[in-house]
């Protein structure tokens, strides 16, 4: 089973019909994508995922605010929303749902606030305290949370304590940072900054005790373009994919 979780920038835009056959090409189960809208090239995209046989969708997009980015979670099995009483309030950057598989789980796709928000750390708090005494069942929570580990996830300072602490408290209630637990301190990184060309890892799956042993692979790609080489191309951050057994 394969999860691909993906910010697809600011809904897709001239981008969308690129992003569809890089999903195509990585043939995924499921998928999470942030910064989804409800504009017309998310819509399209929304269309082509079908296409592949991920019929089963679910969205945060805002039909009031169609420019707004939201999330959307699309796969091969129906899709339950799933009403957790700690997550996270924020409009539109959370979504729970329950994929009836015939091993099923929890996808809980995630799309942290900037700090300039002032959003950011309640939203932070509440996946942390949605973590603690877990009794959901197998579950992992995916997307971009816009944090990282000092030292190890930056290329140059930008995370501070407080977000190294939060994936250090996660991994504490027994969530496991997958990349980390295949990959140990690897440098990889899914976002580079537009000025200095600085990598960091902004992007994570965090995956409960449940399903930790089935965890096959993980791994960071950057979606190429037929038309246009750049690393960049179809989206300013990479994709995180996770194969599960």
Same mark, same amino acid.
């Not at 796969?75 to 799933?82: G, H, K, M, V």
């Not at 816009?146 to 969530?175: C, M, Q, T, V, Y």
């Not at 140990?184 to 399903?211: C, H, K």
């Given at each position: ?62 039909? &009031?605010?169609? =420019?707004?980015?939201?999330?959307? !979670?699309? /796969? ?8 957790? $009483? %700690? ?10 749902? &329950?994929?009836? =598989?015939?091993?099923?789980?929890? !996808?809980? /796709? ?8 002032? $959003? %950011? ?125």
């Amino acid at each position: 089973m394969r999860i691909v979780a993906w910010n697809i920038r600011a809904g897709g835009g001239v981008r969308a019909d690129g992003i569809g056959d890089q999903l195509r090409a990585w043939r995924p189960d499921i998928v999470a994508l942030s910064e989804f809208r409800g504009t017309p090239p998310s819509q399209r995209l929304a269309a082509n995922l079908s296409d592949l046989g991920l019929v089963h969708q679910r969205s945060t997009a805002d039909p &009031n605010a169609l =420019a707004a980015n939201r999330l959307l !979670v699309a /796969a091969r099995w129906p899709l339950r929303l799933r009403s957790l $009483r %700690k997550a996270p309030q924020d409009p539109g950057r959370w979504l729970a749902v &329950n994929v009836v =598989a015939p091993a099923s789980f929890m !996808v809980g /796709a995630m799309h942290a606030p900037n700090r300039v928000t002032g $959003r %950011k750390y309640p939203y932070l708090d509440a996946v942390r305290a949605l973590t603690e005494n877990w009794r959901g069942g197998p579950a992992v929570l995916a997307g971009d949370t816009n944090s990282g580990r000092i030292g190890i996830d930056e290329e140059s300072p930008a995370f501070n304590r407080r977000e190294d602490g939060w994936i250090a408290s996660l991994e504490a209630a027994g969530w496991a940072d997958a990349f980390r637990q295949k990959h140990s301190d690897r440098p990889a990184y899914s976002w580079y900054s537009p000025n200095g060309g600085n990598g960091f890892r902004l992007d994570q799956a965090f995956v409960n005790a449940a399903l930790i042993s089935r965890i096959r692979d993980v791994r960071y790609e950057w979606g190429r373009s037929a038309h246009d080489d750049r690393r960049d191309a179809l989206s300013d951050h990479a994709a995180l994919i996770v194969d599960l057994r």
